[in-house]
């Protein structure tokens, strides 16, 4: 979320609520967060059906009535809200406007005041502001003292009050873009292509202040103390008598400025590319793209109704709300956006087919990740319940324990889980081909046919489960067997775990598929494992979840099959110095290694991270002893450490769970209010922004010093690289059922996020 400070919402409160000593964690030694309010972000959007019209200017009166100029007319938005697109039609309140031929409006006293070819004129004070002038060609309009009026036709002016030409003038050598009336100094600033000039009443010639090319935009800021100018290569400062203060601001997110305003002490730019507003703190939040605007060439901004900011573009209007709320309230805007559109047999599913981002044309389907999506959200509902004694959550959490039962039930081998399932007849028996599996371990891999009808002639399921869909079954039963209260559902969890890790070892820690065969990435046994040099991650990964793995089977079953194999694994096979191994060890192998090991470490896997953090809820808690548990609460850490340039909340809650004192709370909390409340796909662009500070390529992916805000960027899985600047349109909604609700939940069930305090 994008933060505009007023005087409801402090930055410095923000930051002290984190460590205030009320608040109550479960581990006493950690920093807490206090759920206060503040605001959240999102676009409300009007599009344009004709390309061809030419939106000019909006504006807002003091009845909150928003009113659009075009090149042939006055426009008002209609039939709109959030991610569900209005239209901007013609205003036709007024009759007798119809046949105006209007050529600019500004506010006056907060009314609309408006110019055609005749006259300055309003529907206000009963209509009987009517000023006739002598420049039919102009198109400038600016408000002056005691309703007189200077208007251009872009090289002539002439300052009118009640029909009556009171002076005129012209500009030699600047086509004139803008004016403003500064009432302190009864003065006009005058923008021209090449110049800023002043002329105040009675004062005769215009005066020229500051020279300059490419000039596009003003403002008068600061209480009309500063003058700001924006240029087709970022900004600069003047004084009113036209010094230039400071050196020109071009690192900006796109520096073709078209509007400056500053709105509620806060400064904001319309570019060719999108609009940005200055952070106190420094840097901009960028408003780019169809998650914010119809189209990104911004022509006007300004205020709008209710805190918010009415942006107008090529393609339509956007309005940036900014509403008061809590992560709480946040969180259940989520969780009714996933029981709306995001359950497909009690599966947690993304939303992949819209048209033309339209919602109402949601089509879910089938995905290789329904498990792993599944058992995130699962955990969510399970906090959710534990925390705040929602039966909504509860129920919610149940079903989607029996979607991921079912995930077991729908194939004829005990101990096999499915990736998805679908009605009959609706998924493609096809062979799979992966290019890169033609150097895998055993032959015959790209013959495989992945989808298989269950005995039930109603039903098919996929089959090929991978190691990310065990850690996602793993996680998902672990929680349920440790902390859900009715004794029923628990012993289920508890058997399809034991079920589970009973089949993987029987199997020489191999997941085996239908077809006798282990699946693609479903092993975990020392001959794959140990094949790869020390630095590959794999080698550490697969270590560290089968620990994990058999450590809480046999914690929930106490059969002493499963601590054995575990201690085979550490005593024999190396699997503890594995997973010990320090992150800062991991990376590419020698081009002389085999083809395989070369592919698994040409650059960093971020489901890798998914499947470690999610996996250390099994690795810490249960580890066999104290020595043991020590060392794995160093392993996260160092992991931790890795990731901490993500500021990614699931991680640093997940490495919170160990007890640390310092799990980047404050980083978390702005992932958290970063998120962005439509989940939509599209395209993203942020590779041509100038005020981005790029990093030489690298192992792990990492593009820039910092990471975006979840908002600008193009990925919000966890399992994604967060610092990709681009992407195409998707037109998918992501459920905000693993990426937001788990780590918020999680954050509330470790208690270090508050309940929302009084308001």
């Known amino acids: 979320m994008k933060q505009i400070l007023s005087s409801v919402i402090c930055f410095t409160m923000l930051l002290v609520s984190i460590y205030d000593a009320n608040a109550q964690s479960k581990n006493p030694a950690q920093p807490v967060y206090q759920d206060i309010p503040y605001l959240q972000d999102y676009a409300i959007k009007f599009t344009v059906n004709d390309s061809q019209r030419v939106l000019e200017k909006c504006l807002v009166d003091r009845n909150e009535f928003i009113q659009i100029l075009a090149d042939d007319g006055l426009y008002r938005p209609a039939n709109c809200r959030f991610q569900y697109p209005g239209t901007l039609q013609h205003d036709q309140r007024y009759i007798a406007m119809a046949d105006k031929n209007i050529k600019d409006m500004i506010l006056y006293k907060n009314q609309f005041v408006y110019l055609d070819e005749h006259a300055v004129f309003s529907n206000a004070w009963a209509g009987k502001v009517y000023c006739q002038h002598t420049l039919p060609q102009a198109h ?58 002043s002329w105040s009443p009675g004062a005769g010639a215009i005066k020229s202040l500051y020279t300059s090319n490419q000039l596009t935009c003003f403002d008068l800021i600061q209480n009309n103390s500063r003058i700001i100018i924006g240029t087709m290569d970022g900004y600069l400062l003047l004084d009113k008598k036209g010094k230039q203060q400071g050196q020109r601001e071009n690192k900006l997110p796109w520096p073709q400025l078209t509007r400056i305003k500053e709105i509620n002490g806060t400064l904001w730019f319309g570019s060719t590319k999108g609009a940005f507003k200055s952070r106190q703190q420094g840097g901009y939040d960028y408003y780019y793209g169809k998650r914010w605007l119809p189209g990104n060439t911004v022509t006007h901004l300004d205020a709008g109704p209710e805190n918010s900011v009415l942006i107008l573009t090529q393609k339509g209007l956007s309005q940036i709300c900014f509403k008061e709320m809590t992560l709480l309230d946040k969180a259940l805007i989520y969780e009714d956006q996933v029981r709306q559109r995001h359950i497909r047999y009690g599966l947690n599913s993304d939303i992949t087919r819209l048209t033309d981002h339209d919602l109402a044309t949601a089509e879910l389907s089938t995905a290789a990740s329904d498990n792993l999506w599944t058992a995130m959200y699962l955990a969510s509902q399970l906090f959710r319940y534990l925390t705040t004694g929602s039966q909504e959550a509860k129920q919610n959490c149940y079903e989607s324990f029996e979607a991921m039962e079912r995930l077991h039930t729908i194939n004829d081998v005990r101990g096999l889980f499915a990736r998805s399932f679908e009605r009959h007849g609706y998924q493609d028996f096809r062979k799979e081909f992966r290019s890169y599996v033609d150097n895998y371990w055993y032959e015959g891999y790209q013959g495989t046919i992945s989808w298989r009808q269950a005995d039930h002639p109603e039903w098919d399921w996929r089959a090929t489960a991978s190691s990310d869909q065990t850690v996602g079954q793993m996680f998902a039963l672990t929680l349920i067997a440790e902390h859900i209260d009715d004794p029923e559902w628990r012993q289920r969890a508890v058997t399809l775990l034991d079920d589970l890790m009973t089949y993987i070892v029987e199997n020489d820690f191999c997941l085996v598929d239908y077809n006798g065969k282990p699946s693609l990435w479903g092993r975990w046994n020392p001959d794959y494992v140990n094949r790869f040099a020390r630095m590959v991650g794999d080698r550490k990964l697969y270590s560290s979840n089968m620990i994990a793995f058999l450590q809480t089977a046999y914690h929930f079953t106490g059969k002493e099959l499963f601590k054995k194999k575990a201690m085979e694994l550490i005593d024999t096979h190396g699997y503890l110095e594995n997973l010990m191994r320090p992150f800062s060890e991991i990376g590419p192998v020698p081009e002389s290694a085999d083809a395989w090991s070369r592919m698994l470490t040409k650059e960093w896997n971020h489901s890798d991270d998914e499947m470690y953090f999610l996996a250390y809820w099994g690795l810490y808690p249960y580890a066999f002893d104290d020595t043991l548990k020590q060392k794995f609460k160093w392993a996260i850490k160092d992991h931790w450490n890795a990731e901490r340039p993500e500021k990614n909340s699931l991680w640093n809650f997940c490495y919170a769970m160990t007890g640390a004192r310092e799990f980047d709370l404050e980083e978390s909390i702005w992932h958290l209010k970063e998120f962005p409340l439509d989940m939509i796909q599209y395209e993203i662009q942020n590779s041509h922004r100038k005020d981005l500070t790029r990093i030489e390529p690298n192992f792990r992916g990492q593009t820039t010093s910092e990471v975006l805000p979840p908002d600008e960027r193009p990925e919000l899985k966890h399992n994604k690289n967060l610092f990709t600047l681009d992407s195409r349109d998707r037109n998918s909604e992501l459920s905000a059922g693993d990426t937001f609700l788990l780590p918020y939940w999680m954050g509330r069930f470790l208690g270090v996020i508050t309940e929302p305090m009084q308001r």
């Open 140 to 197: 400038i309009l600016c408000g002056g003292p005691d309703f007189s009026f200077l208007i251009s036709d872009g090289t002539t002016l002439s300052y009118v009050r009640d029909s009556q030409q009171l002076w005129s003038g012209s500009l030699k050598s600047s086509v004139l873009l803008d004016m403003q009336y500064d009432e302190i100094s009864n003065t006009f600033f005058i923008l021209g292509e090449n110049a800023l000039y």
